[in-house]
C-alpha cells in the first residue's frame, strides 16, 4: 500500500461503506486521488456482492447502428460523418414527414460539395431488420439501435424502423436512440412533438426502453470544449425524467478520459444518483444501469490526448459502484474497456459486461478504419465470467433472468424485474 495524501480519509470512508452510508462528493474525490488501488477495489467488491452476490450478468445481443451521418461534431467522436450539403442527391426527404423513405441497400456517400466520405453509410429498413432477424435467429434478446443525428431522415423512419423489427423479431427488447436522438426528433417533427409524445410514439411502434448514450460528462466547461452543439445535461435529463415517468427503463453513461477531470467525474455521478432517488421515489421507472465508457481517442479530434490508463478503468469503475448506491447495475462495456479489462472489473464492483454485441460502429477495432465486427460468443462471454470466479447468468434488457437451450430462449420468470432497484 502507498502512503498518500489521502490515505487518512480512506479508512473513514471505508467505515462509512461498511455501515452502508452514502458517500459524499469529497469521499468520491478521495477515492480518486488515492493511490491505494487495493482497498478501492476491495470496497467496490463489497457492495458489488452486498447487491449481487457472485452473479455477474451479460446478454445475448446485437448493436445496429443505422447511420453514422450526424449534424453534429463532437471532438471526441470518430463516428460521424458530415452529410453532403446537396443532399438532393440522396433525395432529398426534409419534407417527407409522414413517409417512411423507401431506400434501397446500405447507401453509398453521394457527391454534395461537401468532402466525399466513403465509409458514410445510412442503413435501409431491410438491412436493419435483416441484421435483427439474423441475431433474432442466433438467439439475440435484444437489438440495441442508436445512429447519428441525420439530418434528412424524417420521424416516421424511426417509427417505422422499429415496427418493421418488432414484426420480424417478435420477441425481441428493442433499447434504442440515446436521449440526443430523442431531443432531435422532436426538432424534425411537424408540428413539434414533445419528449413524451416522441417517446409514446416509439413505444406504441415497439421501442422497450433508452440506451445511457449521449450523457458525455456534465459540465458545461466540458460541453463547451469537446461537444458545444450537442444537446446538455438539462436536455439529456428530461429525456430520462419523462421515460422514467411514463414507466420505461432508461441506462445511464459517463465518457471518462478526454479533457475533464475527476472533479467533474464525481459530479457527474452524483447528479446521477439524484435524478435516480426522485425516479425511485416518484416515477414509474428508473435507471437499471451505470456504464462508464472508457474514451478511446483514435481518429477523433482529441486523438492527441493518451485516453484512459487501465488503473484509471479500474478506478472508475469501481468508484462508480460506490458512488452510484442507487444504481441496481454497473456495467464494463468490454467493446471500450477491453474483454480483458472487463473480466477483472468483476471483482471490482462491475455486476455486467453488457453482451454478444456482433457488429459496432462506434468505435472501432484498431481505430476509425478498423474491423466493425466486434463479437464474443455466449460461451466466451461465460468463460470471461466463470474465470473471475463468478456465476454467469444471462439476462434480457430490463435482468430479467433468461433460460436458453441454444438458440431457444424464454423468461426464467415471468413475474418482473430482478434486481431493478434495491
Ligand atoms: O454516446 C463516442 C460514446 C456512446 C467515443 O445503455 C465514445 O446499455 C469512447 O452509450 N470513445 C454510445 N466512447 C455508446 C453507449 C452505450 C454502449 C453500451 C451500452 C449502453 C447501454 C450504451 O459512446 C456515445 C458516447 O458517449 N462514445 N465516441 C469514443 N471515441
Keep these: 500500500m502507498f502512503a498518500t495524501q489521502n490515505s487518512k480519509s480512506i479508512p473513514a470512508i471505508a467505515e462509512k461503506i461498511e455501515a452502508g452510508e452514502r458517500l459524499s462528493f469529497e469521499d468520491g474525490l478521495a477515492l480518486y486521488t488515492s493511490r491505494n488501488i487495493h482497498e478501492i477495489g476491495r470496497l467496490a467488491n463489497l457492495v458489488r456482492e452486498r447487491m449481487h452476490g457472485r452473479v455477474a450478468y451479460f446478454n445475448v445481443n446485437r448493436h445496429i447502428n443505422y447511420s453514422n451521418y450526424c449534424v453534429l461534431r463532437c471532438k471526441f467522436c470518430s463516428f460521424y460523418r458530415p452529410y453532403p450539403k446537396d443532399g438532393a442527391a440522396q433525395g432529398d426527404r426534409s419534407n417527407d414527414a409522414n413517409q417512411a423513405p423507401s431506400l434501397g441497400d446500405i447507401r453509398l456517400p453521394m457527391l454534395g460539395d461537401a468532402i466525399v466520405q466513403p465509409d458514410a453509410y445510412e442503413m435501409s429498413h431491410d438491412d436493419v431488420v435483416r441484421a435483427a432477424s439474423e441475431a433474432y435467429m442466433r438467439g439475440a434478446t435484444e437489438v440495441h439501435v442508436v445512429g447519428g443525428l441525420h439530418p434528412k431522415l424524417p420521424f416516421s423512419y424511426y417509427l417505422d424502423l422499429c415496427r418493421a423489427i418488432r414484426t420480424a423479431c417478435p420477441k425481441i427488447h428493442i433499447k434504442g436512440f440515446t436521449a440526443i436522438e430523442i431531443i432531435h426528433f422532436t426538432r424534425i417533427t411537424r408540428p413539434r412533438l414533445s419528449i413524451c409524445e416522441v417517446l409514446e410514439q416509439l413505444r ?204 431457444d430462449w424464454r423468461l426464467a420468470d415471468e413475474s418482473g424485474p430482478i434486481c431493478t432497484s434495491r
Design 204 to 407: 406504441d411502434a415497439g421501442l422497450g426502453s433508452l440506451p445511457g448514450g449521449g450523457a458525455e460528462i456534465f459540465d458545461d466547461r466540458v460541453h463547451g470544449e469537446a461537444y458545444r452543439n450537442k444537446v446538455g445535461e438539462a436536455g439529456w435529463f428530461d429525456v430520462h425524467r419523462t421515460a422514467h415517468d411514463i414507466g420505461m427503463y432508461t441506462n445511464a453513461t459517463m465518457l471518462y478520459g478526454h479533457v475533464e477531470t475527476v472533479e467533474e467525474r464525481v459530479r457527474h455521478m452524483i447528479k446521477l444518483r439524484e435524478h435516480q432517488d426522485e425516479s425511485l421515489q416518484s416515477r414509474k421507472a428508473a435507471f437499471n444501469c451505470f456504464i462508464p465508457l472508457s474514451f478511446i481517442p483514435d481518429d477523433s479530434e482529441l486523438a492527441h490526448l493518451p485516453g484512459p490508463t487501465g488503473l484509471d478503468d479500474l478506478k472508475t469503475l469501481a468508484i462508480s459502484r460506490l458512488m452510484l448506491d442507487n444504481f441496481p447495475h454497473i456495467k464494463a462495456f468490454w467493446i471500450m474497456q477491453s474483454a480483458k479489462l472487463a473480466q477483472i472489473s468483476l471483482n471490482w464492483g462491475v455486476d455486467d459486461i453488457d453482451g454478444t454485441v456482433v457488429q459496432y460502429d462506434i468505435t472501432k477495432r484498431e481505430g476509425g478504419s478498423g474491423n466493425r465486427h466486434q463479437e464474443l460468443t455466449l460461451d466466451q462471454l461465460e468463460r470471461l465470467i466463470r474465470e473471475a470466479g463468478r456465476i454467469p447468468v444471462e439476462r434480457d434488457t430490463l435482468y430479467r433472468r433468461i433460460n436458453r437451450e441454444n438458440s
